[in-house]
């Protein structure tokens, strides 16, 4: 059995799919009686989405003094979220104002998120992750998908790989949060990239078929998918904002309503499609059924909101322990009885 863990996207809703790592990584630590043990080390191939693919880089980051341990425990990662979360999504009032009436281009300047990925994830390179993944963006000038593959970065060089941080930059750059992210491969490709949830805002469909392709013996009965979201965001937008095109606020809407039709989408035809091979258990997807208590917008990033995203995602580990065990229980045994974990061996011959 092959084992994916995919994250989407949501702004500052990462909290969410970052708590339920950090219970998941302790409780497999409890069981194994391990306090080294990691997520990386329990699962096959990572995706992620936009914040999802911030998270997926910290936990595949090598440790700077040994690169077969993983820099950042899920704990670790999802401090990314709490201790810098105020200072990514902040914006003065003047510039607040500017962007209602369309007097800048995005909400947010790039410098903090820029900074804090550049101290987390410094000089590290795509090819240098622990684990196969794919980070998801979207080239405006080419009008394409684009997949960062780590596998790609490894066995095509400089050509393909780039700097992590300029992949995360790229994979959150959402549209009218954050301006384009123009960002050069080793090689010096230039790439004007902006987030991936334009397209794949749940990357789990893109994961399952990037096993498939790469090695055909795998099928659909071989893949078990543990897919994160952040919540499907509800918020009923007035006829009358979408009716008057000059209306400046559309554009987080049209963001949001894209972000969550994506998420829900792919969420429907996984669902089919492991039904149809009789394999439904093998695609599980934990996302708070109800974003009611929290403010869902994705840089709804001040101090008592995260509180409630975090008060929210408490809630929901509460709400499916059960299932986690269950989980911590499949992945431990999977471990225990599988000779190689990786389906990528042949990119390091």
Same mark, same amino acid.
């Given at each position: ?110 410098? =903090?998120? #820029?900074?804090? *990925?550049?101290?987390? %994830?410094?000089?590290? +390179?795509?090819?240098?992750?622990? /684990?196969?993944?794919? !980070? ?63 397209? =794949?805002? #749940?990357?789990? *469909?893109?994961?399952? %078929?990037?096993?498939? +392709?790469?090695?055909?013996?795998? /099928?659909?009965?071989? !893949? ?65 059924? #109800? ?59």
């Amino acid at each position: 059995m092959k084992r994916v863990l995919s994250i989407d996207g949501g702004g500052i809703r990462g909290i969410i799919p970052a708590m339920f790592l950090t219970a998941l990584e302790e409780k497999i630590q409890q069981a194994t009686k391990n306090p080294e043990a990691h997520i990386s080390d329990y699962f096959d191939f990572f995706a992620g989405t936009s914040t999802g693919g911030i998270l997926v880089s910290l936990l595949l980051c090598p440790d700077d003094n040994d690169p077969k341990k993983p820099k950042y425990t899920a704990k670790e990662a999802l401090n990314i979220y709490l201790e810098h979360g105020v200072s990514i999504f902040s914006a003065s009032a003047m510039r607040r104002f500017f962007s209602r009436f369309g007097l800048v281009s995005e909400l947010y300047n790039e410098s =903090a998120i #820029n900074q804090v *990925l550049n101290d987390y %994830l410094g000089e590290r +390179k795509l090819s240098e992750l622990r /684990k196969p993944c794919i !980070i998801t963006a979207y080239n405006i000038e080419l009008r394409k998908n684009h997949l960062f593959r780590q596998q790609k970065a490894i066995s095509h060089g400089a050509q393909r790989d780039f700097l992590l941080r300029d992949v995360c930059r790229a994979t959150a750059a959402a549209p009218t949060y954050f301006s384009v992210a123009e960002i050069f491969s080793l090689s010096g490709t230039r790439y004007p990239l902006v987030d991936g949830g334009v397209f =794949a805002h #749940n990357p789990a *469909l893109s994961a399952l %078929l990037e096993v498939i +392709k790469t090695f055909n013996t795998y /099928k659909i009965h071989d !893949i078990w998918i543990l897919s994160l979201g952040t919540g499907i965001s509800k918020i009923s937008y007035n006829y009358e904002d979408f009716k008057k095109k000059w209306a400046i606020s559309i554009g987080p809407a049209l963001v949001d309503i894209m972000g969550s039709s994506s998420a829900e989408s792919i969420d429907y035809y996984l669902k089919q499609l492991f039904r149809s091979v009789g394999k439904s258990n093998n695609y599980i997807r934990i996302e708070p059924g #109800n974003l009611a208590s929290i403010n869902p917008s994705m840089d709804a990033a001040s101090p008592h909101n995260i509180q409630k995203i975090v008060a929210l995602t408490d809630r929901l580990i509460s709400d499916n322990e059960n299932q986690l065990n269950q989980i911590v229980d499949d992945l431990i045994h999977d471990k225990k009885n599988s000779r190689e974990r990786s389906v990528w061996n042949f990119l390091k011959n």
